[in-house]
């Protein structure tokens, strides 16, 4: 069954760094854009950052730009997002989908990262 599977989170004190990563299993994945999403506490889950299948193309939420970097490592169908300067708003559960026919599709099942104040 094709799934993706996110690593990584955890708690991490206001201005420290975390990484995630979120492996494709069942099925490549190839040449489809992969995107990270979070979803906050009693918030509506928002975009993040987003990767074409290439690494040619990224981009960002306004909140994140310059503080978060999405990278993939397609030899590993796997993705990554690198978070620095962390901030308490950044508190969330944070999801790996893949686009697929315009449509974020096989979300991960989400990991939870705490930025404590």
């Known amino acids: 069954q094709e799934r993706l599977v996110e690593s990584g989170g955890g708690l991490v004190q206001a201005g420290g760094s975390m990484s995630l990563s979120c492996a494709a299993s069942g099925r490549s994945f190839s040449g489809y854009t992969r995107g990270w999403f979070r979803q906050a506490p009693g918030k509506e889950r928002e975009f993040v950052a987003a990767?074409?299948?290439?690494?040619?193309?990224?981009s960002y939420a306004d909140s994140v730009k310059g503080r978060f970097t999405m990278s993939s490592d397609n030899a590993k169908n796997t993705v990554y997002l690198q978070m620095n300067s962390l901030k308490s708003e950044d508190t969330a559960v944070y999801y790996c989908?893949?686009?697929?026919?315009?449509?974020?599709?096989?979300w991960g099942q989400g990991n939870e990262i705490t930025v404590s104040s």
């Open positions: 990767i074409t299948w290439t690494g040619g193309v990224t």
């Open positions: 989908a893949v686009l697929v026919q315009r449509r974020w599709s096989c």
